[in-house]
């Protein structure tokens, strides 16, 4: 999976400083204060009715405990952001965790999951009341909508297959990895088919490609700390997955996310660094023409440094990325040290032309 010159022989030794930087626009989506919002994390970004919407997870002072909820903004070019809103109520003796928009049937819907946990509470990392909720954008408000699925927390917000229905990788509380497909009849319809996994591994954050094979692709975090990325692969528009196999693309035990731009180039935005303490530094975008071998990658942010305000979950780290392609550009959008939320701007045709 990892075949880029000079450094597919020995991805763990690879010296990030000399990686290619992609050169971009950045801009500042959300910038946290301390005890009003120290913790910012989980972003997403679409567009939709002439304007770019982010969502993320955001916390007073500590990720992933109670009162944890999501905010949003919105842009006009992707640059400049408006002040962020609330998305989700702030809850009382339970969690939101931002999960994505997704734009169905002409509206728009941002998912976020609900439940009761707290860290160091579970033996897992959700409770056993986790829920997918909906939230729809009407008239200047974001009413709920229901509940998209029980004890369900996705990754990324559903894909559209070729046969018109949709496709979203989940996991339930207890890290059991499974594909929800449907979501056409209703945004609760869905049917769910599992993924293998006779190692017993605990299996994160998977997310999907449709590759220009026409199989579908699973990317896979693994969380016992194997350093790369796992694969499943289904040959029949997701009803069935092959057994998930250890790739070669190096994996610092995060969150991936792909994206395949109207041009056939397949793109993977993930923390790639298998080295030291801080291996979600740098971010890092690889470009594939099958989807299958990913021969180049550049560096999205590497700089040096860490949080400018303490607290639970946070540490040196460009995290969490999600990112779209609008017009003749690529938006990739993610958590700069858990502080604030970042975009980053390229052009497409940049992608395309990166060196090997």
Not at 310 to 331: F, L, M, R, S
């Amino acid at each position: 999976m990892f075949a880029v010159r000079g450094l597919a022989d020995n991805p763990d030794a690879i010296d990030w400083n000399r990686v290619p930087r992609l050169p971009g626009d950045t801009a500042t989506v959300f910038a946290g204060s301390a005890g009003e919002s120290t913790y910012n994390n989980h972003a997403y970004l679409e567009h939709f009715d002439g304007r770019f919407w982010a969502m993320w997870s955001t916390h007073a002072t500590d990720g992933n405990f109670h009162g944890m909820h999501v905010r949003y903004a919105t842009s006009a070019d992707g640059m400049k952001w408006s002040p962020a809103r609330l998305l989700s109520p702030i809850p009382k003796g339970k969690r939101y965790v931002a999960r994505g928009f997704w734009v169905r049937d002409g509206a728009l819907l941002a998912l976020a999951s609900l439940d009761s946990g707290q860290p160091k509470k579970q033996p897992h990392w959700a409770a056993p009341d986790l829920t997918l909720e909906a939230f729809e954008w009407k008239r200047g408000r974001w009413p709920e909508l229901g509940t998209v699925h029980p004890d369900t927390i996705n990754n990324f917000p559903p894909k559209k297959l070729p046969g018109g229905v949709w496709a979203m990788a989940r996991r339930d509380y207890q890290f059991n990895l499974s594909l929800m497909m449907g979501g056409v009849k209703g945004f609760n319809q869905w049917e769910i088919s599992p993924v293998p996994n006779p190692e017993g591994r605990p299996f994160n954050e998977p997310d999907l490609l449709i590759r220009p094979d026409g199989k579908i692709a699973m990317h896979i975090r693994d969380n016992r700390a194997s350093r790369r990325i796992y694969r499943s692969v289904s040959a029949d528009g997701g009803r069935t997955w092959s057994t998930p196999l250890r790739t070669n693309f190096p994996d610092a035990n995060a969150k991936n996310f792909n994206l395949r731009l109207r041009n056939g180039l397949c793109v993977l935005v993930s923390n790639a660094n298998t080295q030291g303490p801080h291996r979600r530094v740098p971010l890092t975008l690889a470009t594939s023409r099958d989807g299958i071998v990913y021969d180049r990658i550049a560096v999205v942010e590497g700089a040096p440094g860490g949080p400018r305000m303490p607290g639970h979950d946070k540490g040196p780290g460009y995290t969490y990325p999600h990112a779209i392609e609008h017009g003749d550009h690529v938006y990739v959008i993610y958590a700069h040290h858990r502080d604030d939320i970042v975009v980053r701007r390229f052009s497409a045709a940049q992608l395309e032309k990166m060196p090997a």
